[in-house]
């Protein structure tokens, strides 16, 4: 046996929570106060402090966030909503929940985020708003994304579950734009174990996420209490938003630890690598991603979970991160079939997610590219 099959097991994520952290939640526990209180509205400030001041209210998703955001620009039935089809599925169903139509765009084959081009295209009379996604962490061309989006007179839902910590032009990502969702979902940059946020650009939109995150409700006075607006349950707890208050002062350091963990990926995969493998590595910004993911796109010669079985036996854990959304059941039910957006199919197919997390270490990424370059050589 090889000392990379005895080696322990390296998941392609891992959360890591802190000491402090820990007894802080304790502490929660311990309060008498579990569900939404005083650990929320300080998380929501901390949260609205790193990202320029801008308007922040927590839920208990990353998904609930951008379906309330639709409904705060009131958007419903006879509206379509433009976006990628390579993301989580909570991207595409929000925009069914609200009892709009999804409209995908390609991706672009080197960032894989929206390809800006096909989005403008995609494009209708009855197009009421886009909701691109930073896909591992890195933004697309955001001056860009904004100029068409205010041509068209269209409203922005940034799925940035995966970018908090990440960059455009030096700015948080979150702390410019129209409305902004974060999630903090267990395999997040930061978690709260489940939990999201979204950035809201006045006091009224967050006085209706308010509304949505909690069953229409209005309270004044002593006891008054009125409910103008159909609301859900999605409200964050005082336990999760100790855990993102524990994390969110280290979410620079988080972000640049794993640029470092990134650069050395591409270090260790060497020039060489996409020549000899077939694979292709995933953009090297060093500026902008908070690199949530690590992903390769493997060569079409390759099949995708017989190299996920492969890694395997090198005890290191892989993901795929995503499926394409327009191939499920559900939308295929709605129309969508192979061929409409190409990229996104091949890449959807081909992608694999390596380790990358809070606390890896430069050992655990030259154990990933041994692996990969062992399978990825042979099958060659
Ligand atoms: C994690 C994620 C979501 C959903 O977040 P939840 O908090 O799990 O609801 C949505 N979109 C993308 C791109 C994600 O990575």
């Known amino acids: ?76 039935v006879g509206d379509e909503v433009i976006t990628t089809p390579i993301s989580w599925v909570a991207t595409a169903n929000v925009i069914i929940e609200v009892g709009a139509t999804p409209v995908f765009a390609d991706i672009d084959p080197i960032t894989r985020n929206l390809d800006l081009d096909k989005l403008e295209a995609a494009i209708t009379p009855r197009t009421k708003a886009i909701i691109p996604v930073y896909l591992s962490g890195l933004p697309m061309d955001m001056d860009r994304m904004y100029a068409i989006a205010k041509k068209y007179n269209l409203r922005v839902i940034e799925d940035a579950a995966q970018a908090l910590g990440s960059r455009w032009k030096g700015k948080p990502i979150g702390s410019f734009g129209d409305f902004v969702s974060f999630s903090f979902q267990a395999n997040k940059n930061l978690t709260t174990s489940e939990g999201g946020c979204l950035v809201v650009n006045t006091p009224e939109e967050a006085r209706l ?103 395997m036996e090198f005890n290191v854990g892989t993901g795929y991160h995503y499926s394409p959304i327009h191939l499920f059941t559900m939308y295929r039910e709605r129309g969508f079939k192979e061929g409409m957006f190409p990229v996104a199919e091949h890449i959807g197919y081909q992608t694999v997610t390596l380790p990358m997390f809070n606390a890896m270490q430069k050992e655990d990424v030259e154990r990933a590219v041994a692996a990969v370059k062992s399978c990825l050589y042979s099958a060659k």
């Open 1 to 76: 046996m090889n000392t990379a099959t005895t080696a322990p097991f390296l998941p392609f994520s891992r959360p890591s929570i802190d000491e402090a952290t820990i007894a802080e939640v304790a502490n929660v526990l311990r309060s008498g106060w579990l569900t939404s209180g005083p650990k929320v509205q300080a998380f929501e400030a901390a949260l609205s402090e790193y990202l320029g001041g801008r308007i922040v209210r927590t839920f208990n998703s990353g998904t609930c966030t951008m379906e309330i955001a639709l409904r705060i620009a009131g958007i419903g």
């Open 209 to 311: 996420a308010e509304k949505y995150r909690l069953q229409g409700v209005t309270r004044s006075g002593v006891d008054g209490i009125d409910v103008d607006v159909l609301g859900g349950k999605y409200n964050m707890t005082d336990i999760a938003a100790t855990l993102g208050l524990g994390q969110l002062p280290q979410i620079d350091a988080i972000a640049a630890h794993r640029r470092s963990l990134a650069q050395h990926y591409f270090a260790c995969f060497g020039a060489d690598f996409e020549a000899k493998s077939g694979a292709q590595l995933p953009v090297a910004d060093m500026e902008n991603s908070n690199w949530h993911l690590f992903q390769i796109i493997l060569p079409k010669t390759v099949v995708r979970a017989d190299f996920m079985k492969q890694m």
